[in-house]
Nanobody, 124 residues
């Protein structure tokens, strides 16, 4: 079992920045990929970005490319999401996900472990 916990959400004005963090832990945790998804009210869950186990390969959703950056630190089992040039349409609950394995994926059904989510609100 892998426990996933997000932190760092909050409120910011358009054009501002926020950084989210996600920590994965568990007694049997080994190699795992991590990802961020988000869901706005009344909308489907949307892929934000993902990073493979080694940290050398990242994937991004089209709506955040060039503005968001994913990174990870193995020493602390932590993944970060640096969000810059935020827009009101970035407002959503952001979820961290993890899955055992080395490769990152864009589909939510590829991830078996999920955090509770953290709210990000961007005002215009």
């Amino acid at each position: 079992q892998v426990e996933v916990v997000e932190s760092g959400g909050g409120k910011v004005q358009a054009g501002g920045s926020l950084r989210l963090s996600c920590t994965a832990s568990g007694p049997t945790i080994g190699s795992y990929a991590m990802a961020w998804f988000r869901q706005a009210p009344g909308k489907d869950r949307e892929f934000v970005g993902a990073i493979n186990w080694a940290g050398g390969s990242t994937l991004y959703g089209d709506s955040v490319k060039g503005r968001f950056t994913i990174s990870r630190e193995h020493a602390s089992n932590t993944m970060g999401l640096q969000m810059n040039i935020l827009k009101p349409e970035d407002t959503a609950v952001y979820y961290c996900a993890a899955e055992i394995g080395t490769q990152a994926y864009k589909n939510d059904y590829d991830y078996g472990f999920w955090g509770q989510g953290t709210q990000v609100t961007v005002s215009s």
